[in-house]
């Protein structure tokens, strides 16, 4: 079974610091990775996603992914935080079936 | 292309009716899946679905809860009789066979009073 986990519930960081948030995963065979991030009372966005190829995967807003395939991680970061950056972000996994794993969210919340 | 649209957006209903959730996936999209978010637990598979067959039902609770996706039409997520521990947000997504391109809808959130 897939599985991903988001240990941190929230993460605090000042305005134009760098940020992460942490996701690890356990997939059987090659996985597919994503970061989504929802607004409150939105639906969900795709930021990024990571299938094959650079363990570096730059997406959306700024942001970016680091494949790491020894350590089953899949972190988001951004150089410098944005005030608008603070919402719910999901890390989620995609192993042998169509079926897309997520994780319970972080909630970034970035002080001006 | 109008990406994926769900309705209604919110939804209330008192306990022991109906509640039928609608979800038309992005033109191309032949796959529909299901998920349901409460307060604090994150975003749980309910059921994945194709047309006129259901692939994964295994999130599904086994009462009072069906999912279908017909030849024609939107897909429905359908819970009857609702309770109040039925009150989440449920959003809907699609994709083409390939593992690319899932994509969500806003959501419904359901309000069961």
């Known amino acids: 079974a897939q599985s991903v986990a988001q240990p941190e519930d929230q993460v605090n960081v000042a305005e134009g610091n760098p940020l992460t948030v942490k996701c690890t995963y356990s997939v059987s065979g090659n996985p597919y990775l994503f970061w989504y991030v929802q607004y409150p009372n939105r639906g969900l966005q795709f930021l990024l996603k990571?299938?094959?190829?650079?363990?570096l995967v730059k997406g959306s807003y700024g942001f970016e992914a680091e494949f790491n395939k020894s350590q089953t991680s899949f972190h988001l970061k951004k150089p410098s935080a944005l005030v608008s950056d603070s919402a719910l972000y999901f890390c989620a996994v995609f192993g042998g079936y169509q079926k897309v794993t997520f994780g319970i969210g972080t909630k970034l919340q970035v002080i001006p | 292309n109008a990406g994926v649209m769900q309705n209604p957006r919110h939804l209330v209903r008192r306990r022991g009716q109906e509640a039928r959730l609608r979800c038309s996936p992005m033109k191309g999209h032949s796959h529909v899946y299901w998920y349901r978010q409460l307060p604090e637990e994150g975003l749980k598979f309910m059921v994945y679905?194709?047309?006129?067959?259901?692939?994964?039902e295994s999130g599904m609770p086994k009462e009072r809860f069906s999912a279908e996706f017909p030849k024609e039409g939107p897909s429905i997520l359908r819970i009857q009789q609702v309770v109040r521990g039925d009150s989440a947000a449920y959003f809907c997504a699609s994709s083409p066979p390939t593992r690319d391109g899932y994509t969500f809808g806003s959501g419904t959130r359901l309000t069961v009073v």
């Open positions: 679905l194709q047309k006129e067959n259901i692939i994964d």
């Open positions: 990571y299938i094959t190829g650079d363990n």
